[in-house]
């Protein structure tokens, strides 16, 4: 698998979310609303999710294997 295209929108705010992101994957599969967090230990990619009704948030798409999770986030942290 190969990200062949990342589009992004900085968020100009003094939030935690630094930008929202759209990754395109082998030139045929496009996830949107990808974020890019300020956490405690630097920034980090999360996936797009949504709110369930007792507050938690669910993913909605997410890499299956660390190492694809690892491809992702070097693209979009580098992009």
């Known amino acids: 698998m190969r990200v062949t295209d990342v589009r992004i929108r900085k968020m100009n705010n003094d939030g935690k979310m630094k930008a929202i992101v759209s990754i395109t994957l082998n ?42 999770r690892e491809i992702i986030q070097s693209a979009v942290l580098t992009a």
């Open 27 to 68: 030139e045929q599969f496009v996830v949107h609303d990808v974020r890019v967090i300020e956490g405690n230990n630097g920034l980090f990619v999360a996936m797009p999710s949504k709110r369930t009704p007792d507050g938690e948030f669910k993913d909605i798409a997410h890499p299956i294997t660390s190492e694809t």
